[in-house]
């Protein structure tokens, strides 16, 4: 495996293997690896000859009062798991060589619509954040294929939304949310957890998997999320937002929507976390 942090480098790797008629695939990560970035890592190693994983913090993601400074990093370790998951190449390009005038004087990218729902009303600034680092990123690795998790959902509709408005020759796949196996959606932020916080997390998923059992007919939905609300403040959460939409916009859903998405983001304490389930109404 080889580990590279210069931009040229990268490039020029892409270029020798797009030469010798070999495809990429990519999964883009800031680091502190767990058991969902390489479910992602060993889904991608099976689409193309060569498999790249950046590890990446981007300041752009991250607003004023948010953990940019204290974000879990793992460097090693992360490479260590990369390593023995068959990876060919760590992309891990600091701040300074992808910002070299500060991010703040970067061209930025902005998906609108999308953009500026539930994620967007609480994180101002976040996917543009998104779009502008993946889109560097994409001209760095040169990527046939682009892997990610639906973790976070809103996320994977602004980066395939980019990728079709801008006309890039790359292929996105979205692989399912994994898990703990009492439900927990993986998250580097679960770090942050004490032993108490963890016991709590968990019932997010609950929470959302109860509130996709109670919908059988659309009139239902307003009733069903109101009452979700209240059981994650009765839990202990904070919450910012807890919807149904439409899955291929985050749009209020139509009568004759069946393809659904449960989102919800909440605080304990300091620590934001978010999880959303996809399904059909199958009733409407």
């Given at each position: 495996?080889?580990?590279l942090?210069?931009?040229?480098?990268?490039?020029?790797?892409?270029?020798d293997?797009?030469?010798?008629?070999?495809?990429?695939?990519?999964?883009?990560?800031?680091?502190?690896?767990?058991?969902?970035?390489?479910?992602?890592?060993?889904?991608a190693?099976?689409?193309?000859e060569?498999?790249?994983?950046?590890?990446?913090?981007?300041?752009?993601?991250?607003?004023?009062?948010?953990?940019?400074?204290?974000?879990?990093?793992?460097?090693?370790?992360?490479?260590?798991?990369?390593?023995?998951?068959?990876?060919?190449?760590?992309?891990?390009?600091?701040?300074?060589?992808?910002?070299?005038?500060?991010?703040?004087?970067?061209?930025?990218?902005?998906?609108?619509?999308?953009?500026?729902?539930?994620?967007?009303?609480?994180?101002?600034?976040?996917?543009?954040?998104?779009?502008?680092?993946?889109?560097?990123?994409?001209?760095?690795?040169?990527?046939?294929?682009?892997?990610?998790?639906?973790?976070?959902?809103?996320?994977?509709?602004?980066?395939?939304?980019m990728?079709?408005?801008?006309?890039?020759s790359?292929?996105i796949?979205?692989?399912?949310?994994?898990?703990?196996?009492?439900g927990?959606?993986?998250?580097?932020?679960?770090?942050?957890?004490?032993a108490?916080?963890?016991?709590?997390?968990?019932?997010?998923?609950?929470?959302?998997?109860?509130?996709?059992?109670?919908?059988?007919?659309?009139?239902?939905?307003?009733?069903?999320?109101?009452?979700?609300?209240?059981?994650?403040?009765?839990?202990?959460?904070?919450v910012?937002?807890v919807?149904?939409?439409?899955q291929?916009?985050?749009?209020?859903?139509?009568?004759?929507?069946?393809?659904?998405?449960?989102?919800?983001?909440?605080?304990?304490?300091?620590?934001?976390?978010?999880?959303?389930?996809?399904?059909?109404?199958?009733?409407?």
């Amino acid at each position: 495996m080889i580990i590279l942090d210069s931009i040229a480098a990268m490039q020029q790797q892409a270029r020798d293997w797009r030469r010798a008629g070999e495809q990429i695939v990519f999964v883009p990560t800031m680091g502190n690896l767990h058991a969902g970035h390489i479910a992602l890592v060993e889904a991608a190693r099976s689409q193309a000859e060569h498999c790249v994983v950046s590890i990446f913090v981007n300041p752009g993601q991250f607003g004023p009062e948010e953990d940019f400074a204290t974000y879990p990093r793992s460097f090693d370790a992360d490479c260590g798991k990369l390593k023995a998951a068959g990876v060919d190449c760590v992309f891990a390009p600091s701040t300074e060589a992808m910002y070299p005038e500060g991010k703040d004087a970067c061209t930025s990218i902005m998906v609108p619509g999308i953009s500026d729902v539930l994620e967007g009303e609480h994180r101002p600034g976040f996917f543009t954040g998104v779009a502008t680092v993946v889109n560097k990123l994409f001209n760095c690795v040169r990527p046939d294929i682009a892997i990610f998790g639906e973790k976070d959902f809103q996320q994977c509709l602004v980066i395939q939304r980019m990728v079709r408005d801008l006309d890039l020759s790359v292929k996105i796949v979205t692989l399912p949310t994994v898990r703990e196996a009492d439900g927990l959606a993986l998250s580097s932020r679960n770090a942050y957890l004490n032993a108490e916080q963890r016991q709590i997390a968990v019932r997010l998923s609950i929470c959302l998997g109860r509130l996709v059992a109670a919908i059988h007919q659309p009139g239902e939905i307003n009733f069903a999320v109101i009452h979700a609300s209240q059981e994650l403040e009765q839990q202990g959460f904070e919450v910012d937002y807890v919807v149904i939409r439409r899955q291929r916009d985050l749009q209020v859903p139509a009568a004759s929507d069946t393809a659904l998405v449960a989102l919800a983001a909440v605080r304990l304490g300091a620590i934001r976390l978010i999880d959303n389930v996809p399904f059909i109404l199958e009733n409407a």
